[in-house]
């Protein structure tokens, strides 16, 4: 039984490499260059981001870390210049209705439209309601809105899409309580509550397409992460949704490990579902908006999409998230 040999031997590597523990005990530094190297040239700028300069540096709440149930900040419209995309195509199942800093999805299935994500309340009908009509989608089929996390830039089009086309709004139980303390005249509204996801997660079923929501807490309380299949000409591919990157949380030691916690959760589910494309909810961290335009070129025979990787790229996003969660969090004790 050699070959039983080797799987312990690459999980023993999988692990050091993970936690930096091959020869020394971890610390905030070996983690860092544990991060760099998982973050490879994929995943540089939110190695920056998280690792090197973290929102949350500062004590207390993070900037941009509204306090729960605190009022998010008034409408302010940044020049359309700076934000608007158009819509695209990207998968046969998966379209871009975001900005060029936001992500939304629409993901149709043979029985509706599930919407993933839904930025600033400026932005919901120029990207996402015209944005499905020049796709040719009807966004009276939105059957299902989900919601990463209830920050302003990814829910605030989550109350129109309810009471405009009766979508059924899914968010994290946490982020739904945050959600429903705000007043009224919030921008965007305040949806009312649907589909509430609690730590065990849920699967959504719409159509033939089943959507796995997995609760990831760190980013926000109720951060709910995604994997869900595409197709690429017909091929199945699997993506790998995070559903909240930076660390703009109060800056406490517990809240690291609930972080890289989830980070390890959904790096083993993305892992057992095959996962070769790795979205998140700003284009920073996948370059959603280049992908998109990407993938309107046509390609050679055999090339891949531009926005598939394969699964070791993906886990190395995980890896690198977690090891940074765990450095902030060493570097704390
Ligand atoms: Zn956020």
């Not at 949350?56 to 302010?76: D, I, V, Y």
């Not at 405009?164 to 949806?191: C, I």
């Not at 790998?240 to 109060?250: D, E, K, L, Q, V």
Request: glycine share 8%; aromatic share 8%.
């Amino acid at each position: 039984m050699k070959h039983s040999l080797l799987p312990a031997a690459v999980l023993c590597a999988a692990i050091a490499a993970t936690t930096g523990h091959a020869q020394a005990p971890a610390t905030p530094e070996s983690l860092v260059t544990a991060a760099k190297r998982a973050a490879g040239l994929d995943y540089a700028g939110t190695f920056l981001r998280i690792c090197v300069a973290p929102d949350n540096l500062g004590a207390g709440p993070g900037r941009g870390a509204p306090a729960r149930g605190a009022a998010p900040p008034a409408r302010n419209v940044p020049d359309r210049a700076l934000w608007y995309a158009k819509p695209y195509k990207v998968f046969d199942n998966l379209y871009f209705v975001g900005t060029k800093v936001h992500s939304s999805w629409a993901l149709t299935t043979s029985d509706g439209i599930i919407l993933i994500d839904t930025l600033f309340d400026y932005a919901i009908e120029p990207e996402i309601v015209d944005g499905l009509k020049t796709l040719g989608l009807d966004p009276r089929n939105i059957k299902y809105v989900l919601i990463s996390h209830a920050h302003g830039d990814h829910d605030q089009g989550a109350a129109l899409l309810q009471s405009r086309y009766g979508a059924k709004v899914v968010m994290g139980a946490p982020d739904w309580e945050s959600t429903l303390q705000r007043p009224a005249s919030a921008v965007g509204g305040v949806p009312k509550r649907d589909v509430v996801v609690g730590t065990e997660g849920t699967k959504i079923t719409l159509g033939a397409t089943t959507l796995d929501v997995i609760a990831t807490p760190g980013h926000t309380p109720g951060t709910l992460s995604f994997i869900f299949p595409v197709t690429d000409g017909g091929r199945r591919i699997v993506v790998a949704y995070a559903g909240g990157t930076a660390f703009n949380f109060p800056r406490r030691a517990e809240n690291f490990a609930i972080y890289r916690d989830s980070q390890n959760k959904f790096a083993k589910a993305t892992s057992a579902a095959g996962a070769t494309v790795l979205m998140t909810n700003h284009t920073e961290f996948d370059r959603a908006y280049d992908r998109a335009r990407l993938a309107q070129l046509p390609r050679a025979a055999g090339e891949k999409h531009p926005y598939e990787t394969d699964a070791a790229t993906v886990q190395r996003y995980f890896e690198m998230t977690a090891d940074c969660a765990e450095s902030q969090r060493l570097s704390m004790q």
